[in-house]
């Protein structure tokens, strides 16, 4: 990306690893800490202060991009000169720190897929407080909107465990990153893929394609539409069929299946993206297997959620797969998740926020899940980091002095690591509208160091 800023000059940036990819108020944190000396050691954590309406649980998404983020961050020379020119920043000793800036912390997370609950950290930043201050923003993008997305497309694969979820997201997301992290988290949660190409060559997540409309108006006649793009895509032959009148594309579908079969081409499926899709699929269903394609499928598109999923399938709607496009990408029932990158201790001495409404536990954290005799989950147990609980601890040192302790997971682990936890889940958090809430306990040895912490605060 290219522009023309500060001092008129031009500057050439990749938006997406800039440092600069923040808030202001990181940078002027970091200018005050630069002047007064302090570089010791942070400690931040990342949670979610509390679950969206008729939301039981959440996915931990978003880890693999944060990590990348940390390995890479620097400034560039083109960026540091672009905070030179922009005047906010006249002391060049700062520029010059900045220049040497790199992330040499250390990385504690839930891994990717985990199921997590309110107040629990996923994530935990250990770090001079210039560079765990200056990555809040980026971090909180990351993992807030990949975590959102996986937890919304969970809710879809609950609904339809055997059905085809396919990400059609890409064209109504808020920009390109978040469709191409979308169709990551969808596929993490479940999906069986994208129509996103690059989600392919960059996540390895497969990708499917059925046709527009448009192909079938360029067209003056829509059987020939039909014909064209089964020559065209002779091994993926999925029909649109409702562009003019459903039933009878449907029939035009049986009439051509006869002349592709002699050339060796069998008609996957057929798609419907308008009307009343169970009523439509039922007469779809019924044209197709008295014509002698009952093993060609019906896949549905069109304003899908996991609300519209479980309303087709308790209607017994004769449909194969489903693509879900807006409400996923942009988790349109819920689009925001009240989360939260804070300071839990600073120069070896706990911290908390004591903010009406907003306040936080001090210290560094561990979570420990404890299961019933079925092996399903049972209740939480928040505590500080070094006491030791009953239960199995959900967080895992993954970064340690900037340098990972291993290899990048294979995103095909974190969606094993979903399904894995969702056989876990009593049926009660499985529901799309869940209560009672999953009990979260607060360990006595937080309560006792908030309560030091608050002591402390009023001697001050």
Known sequence: MTDTTAAGKSYAMNPQHSALLTDLYQLTMLQGYFEQGMDETAVFEFFVRKLPEKRGFLIAAGLEQALQFLERLRFTGEELEWLAASGRFPDKAFIDHLAQLRFTGDVHAMPEGTIFFPNEPIIRVTAPIPQAQLVESRLINLLHFQTLIASKAVRCVLCAPDKLLVDFGLRRSHGAEAGLLAARAGYLAGFAGSATVLAEPLF??????????????????????????????????????????????????????????????????????????????????????????????????????????????????????????????????APYLDCAYKLVEYAGRARRKRSEQKATWPGRKQVYRHYDDKGLIGGDTLTLEDDTQDGQALIQAVMRGGQRLGPAEPLSDARRRVQENLKQLPPHLRALETEPAYPVTVAPALHRLAEQVDRALLHD
């Not at 394609?293 to 797969?321: C, M, N, Q, V, W």
Request: aromatic share 6%; no cysteine; charged share 25%.
């Open 204 to 333: 390895g997540i497969p990708v499917f394609g059925t046709m527009a409309h448009s192909f079938v108006q360029a067209h003056d006649d829509e059987s020939a539409s039909f014909e064209h793009f089964a020559h065209a895509q002779p091994d993926n032959v999925v029909l649109l069929i409702d562009t003019y009148d459903t039933e009878a594309g449907a029939h035009k579908v049986v009439q051509l299946a006869p002349r592709l079969h002699e050339r060796g081409i069998r008609i996957k499926a057929v798609r419907l993206d308008s009307g009343d899709l169970a009523d439509h699929a039922r007469k779809v269903r019924r044209i197709l297997d008295e014509g002698g394609l009952g093993d060609t499928g019906i896949f549905s598109s069109g304003s899908l959620d996991e609300y519209e999923l479980r309303k087709l399938l308790r209607a017994g709607a004769p449909i194969d797969g489903f693509g879900i496009g807006t409400h996923l990408d942009t988790s349109a029932d």
